[in-house]
């Protein structure tokens, strides 16, 4: 197995001093956490130059820990941190500033964290089966996971359901937790879908105890319109979700824990049941759970869906597959071994579609790439597109880290592929809209890499149409970026107004 270790086996300057005694390769090299908030304006080009028609702020959150981890880090488990390109007039500006969660603020109070992370263990001493959250007592919140923008907001969420954290798009300080008008006093799934055509928010909660999933949609005005109960069949891990004009689709994979063994231990461990049929809940928008039709398909997991759209009676899903998620420690890995097991990631792309009026399920394989952190042009979710970038997992390295960008056209069945250099650890790549307007690509496809060579960090810009040419612009990041988990694109109306506000 490669580690980045062989590459530089020296951690970068600018990290807390406390990493140094804690053996984890999420704490170390690109990963190695950073100690500041920086605000910088007018960025160095360092290739090419930034087009005048990207306007708009690439958004990326991960964990970035203060405070020396109470038990064992999971990647999981650092303070979010927001890092924010905001690109405008041809030039860029860089803000990064850490989430003001609940745990971070008493963190700082007391100087210690006195939460355990993912890996547990936790206290359920307290906890009734009628707790319905995951995580809000007995296991640390980061909201380090996701950003989506609502209703004038950029909404931070975490990886297995959290604290909705509201932060303002501009300066990216926390202005408090969402609480949908004052409607939702719970812990959100980090994967919201916002409808880009009514503005309506889609999430649900899940948890280790009954009732197992709750389903929720907020209008556009921020205010809770709607929420429902969906019975499962026990606790269920899900990621993500996707939408149509009418329906959500849930999910139900046969990859859990035994809610017995946690109670026992303390611990969620998870198994794969491969006996189980993966299953999709296709629910109306607005819908109740007597309405949810149920589809079955080969067992699995999913992190993260492309997209999904309705096609007369069938609703249409693409997604990233992992046919066999199961968690396969190598002990010479130690403590560390399950973490490191369950972010290696096998997968490829898939398309799933479900006929609502004959009841018919039916899958495909779309191809053999190990890609994952898929996205198409979000303005785009819930009706059809044609096109959606991805990166690439090398299945050999120790850490998840991604080694190309690849996009593919759904409509010819095709795809291109860019290797990123030697040494760069980018981050998830959202797709741009050029306000010239276009094809569905016309415009550029942004991320965030760090060199781990020697911990320089820029900002990429790809022509969307032309992948493989490479970035037509790279910026410089004026401190070192460690890598992270989601990132997304806001259009700059939606930060600035439109064109006649602009300076
Ligand atoms: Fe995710």
């Given at each position: 197995m490669r580690t980045y270790a062989q590459q530089n086996p020296v951690d970068p300057p600018d990290r807390p001093t406390w990493v140094d005694a804690i053996d984890n390769p999420?704490?170390?090299?690109?990963?190695t956490p950073v100690v500041s908030e920086i605000t910088a304006v007018d960025l160095e080009v360092v290739s090419g130059s930034i087009p005048d028609d990207l306007y708009g702020a690439y958004l990326r959150n991960g964990p970035n820990p203060v405070l020396a981890p109470r038990g064992a880090y999971h990647w999981f488990d650092g303070d979010g941190m927001v890092h924010g390109v905001y690109f405008r007039d041809g030039r860029a500006s860089y803000l990064r500033k850490w989430i003001r969660t609940r745990a971070l603020h008493d963190e700082i109070a007391r100087g210690t964290v006195e939460l355990s992370g993912v890996m547990g263990p936790y206290?359920?001493?307290?906890?009734?089966?009628?707790?319905?959250?995951?995580?809000?007592?007995?296991c640390k919140d980061t909201a380090n996971t996701t950003l989506n923008f609502f209703n004038g907001k950029v909404l931070a969420q975490w990886y297995n359901a959290g604290r909705v954290y509201a932060l303002d798009p501009l300066t990216l300080d926390t202005v408090g937790e969402e609480t949908f008008g004052g409607a939702l006093d719970t812990t959100l799934n980090a994967h919201p879908k916002v409808d880009p055509r009514n503005g309506d928010y889609l999430d649900y909660d899940y948890g280790d105890f009954k009732s197992y999933l709750t389903y929720y949609v907020a209008g556009a005005d921020g205010k809770l319109k709607h929420q429902t109960r969906v019975d499962l069949p026990g606790p269920r891990l899900p990621h993500d979700t996707t939408f149509t004009p009418n329906y959500t689709i849930l999910h139900d994979f046969p990859l859990y824990h035994d809610v017995e063994v946690l109670r026992r231990t303390g611990h969620r461990v998870v198994r794969f049941h491969r006996d189980q049929p993966s299953r999709f809940g296709v629910i109306p928008r607005l819908g109740t759970q007597e309405q949810i039709r149920w589809f079955e398909f080969e067992p699995g997991y999913v992190l993260h869906m492309v997209n999904a759209w309705e096609d007369g009676d069938w609703i249409t899903m693409d997604g990233c597959f992992q046919p066999d998620p199961t968690i396969r420690r190598d002990p010479a890995e130690g403590p560390l071994a399950a973490m490191l097991a369950y972010l290696r990631y096998k997968g490829h792309l898939r398309r799933w579609r479900m006929n609502l009026r004959t009841g018919e399920a039916v899958e495909t394989q779309l191809d053999d790439l190990n890609v994952e952190f898929c996205l198409p042009d979000t303005e785009l979710y819930g009706v059809k597109s044609r096109y959606s970038y991805h990166q690439r997992i090398p299945t050999d390295l120790q850490t998840l880290a991604f080694d190309a960008l690849v996009k593919y056209d759904h409509d010819t069945g095709t795809r291109v592929v860019y290797e990123y250099e030697d040494g760069w650890y980018p981050s998830e790549a959202p797709f741009a809209r050029s306000t010239r307007g276009g094809d569905e690509d016309t415009g550029y496809v942004t991320t965030i890499a760090t060199n781990v060579y020697d911990y320089r960090s820029e900002a990429w810009i790809f022509d969307a149409q032309r992948i493989m040419a490479g970035p037509l612009c790279r910026v410089r990041i004026p401190a070192r970026v460690a890598p992270g988990f989601h990132a997304s694109w806001v259009p700059g109306r939606d930060l600035w107004g439109n064109g006649a506000a602009r300076l």
């Open positions: 999420y704490l170390h090299g690109p990963y206290d359920l001493s307290a906890v009734g089966d009628g707790q319905h959250s995951v995580n809000p007592d007995y």
